[in-house]
């Protein structure tokens, strides 16, 4: 059931991002190992994939709604694995693997287009091109 709306989301990706970019240092995990570089590059990722996406919160607007969900997807999967899959599940997991999930969660919850709105909007930006 997808009951999140693309504006929404495209907020919520930028506040993740920045929090999961601040996590190490918020959360008290920044020991300079990948359990803190993780975070940091998928935080990064995550705010540069919402410029790049064509929605309501993106800027540069290359890549389509869906291929963003299935990044996101990709990525949760990928942050809540990485305790495990970078040997560092002794020293710290949760932020990672809560991370994760609620990526995995947003991103099978939200609207695969953005609203009508949006796209009567840009498709007649075009037109004035």
Known sequence: MRFIPTRFHGILDYVYGILLIASPWLFGFAAGGAETWVA?????????????TDF????????????????????????????WLFGFADFVYAPHLIFGVFSMLASLTTHRTPSRAYKTNVAHEETLR
């Open 40 to 52: 940091v590059v998928i935080g990064a990722l995550v705010l540069l994939q919402t410029v790049f």
């Open 56 to 83: 309501e919160a993106g800027i540069v607007k290359k890549i389509p709604m869906q291929t963003h969900l299935m990044m996101d997807f990709g990525i949760g999967v990928i942050l809540a694995l990485s305790p």
